[in-house]
């Protein structure tokens, strides 16, 4: 049972880079039968998708967000991170790291069997 946790600061001033983890556990980010994505939901709309990494290691990322945003891994920690610079307080929103089964890309949150427990991020100053 794959499990994932995030974690990182709850608050970023704006014009700063929101950067959070994602630690995995019950499976490995490097194995090609799941691949890891990064979304948020802000207070008053459904969820967003931010990003999708795979397990090669290839990024794929939301057009609206993609000029500010960064996904990477660290293999040895079995661990995956999002970093979205510039931040406003139009980012304020709950961040989710999720996973599904398979490699495709896929943006939708229905395909996700697996998600952490998500961590509120304030963009304030």
């Known amino acids: 049972q794959v499990q994932l946790q995030e974690s990182g600061p709850g608050l970023v001033k704006p014009s700063q880079s929101l950067s959070l983890t994602c630690t995995v556990s019950g499976g490995s980010i490097t194995t090609n039968y799941y691949s890891w994505s990064w979304f948020r939901q802000p207070p008053v709309n459904g969820l967003e998708w931010i990003g999708y990494i795979a397990y090669s290691g290839s990024t794929y990322y939301s057009p609206s967000l993609k000029s500010r945003t960064s996904i990477s891994r660290h293999t040895s920690k079995n661990q995956f991170t999002l970093q979205l610079s510039s931040v406003t307080p139009e980012d304020t929103a709950v961040y989710y790291c999720?996973?599904?089964?398979?490699?495709?890309?896929?943006?939708?949150?229905?395909?996700?069997?697996?998600w952490g427990q998500g961590t509120q991020v304030t963009v304030s100053s």
């Open positions: 999720a996973a599904k089964e398979g490699i495709l890309v896929v943006t939708s949150p229905l395909p996700h069997d697996y």
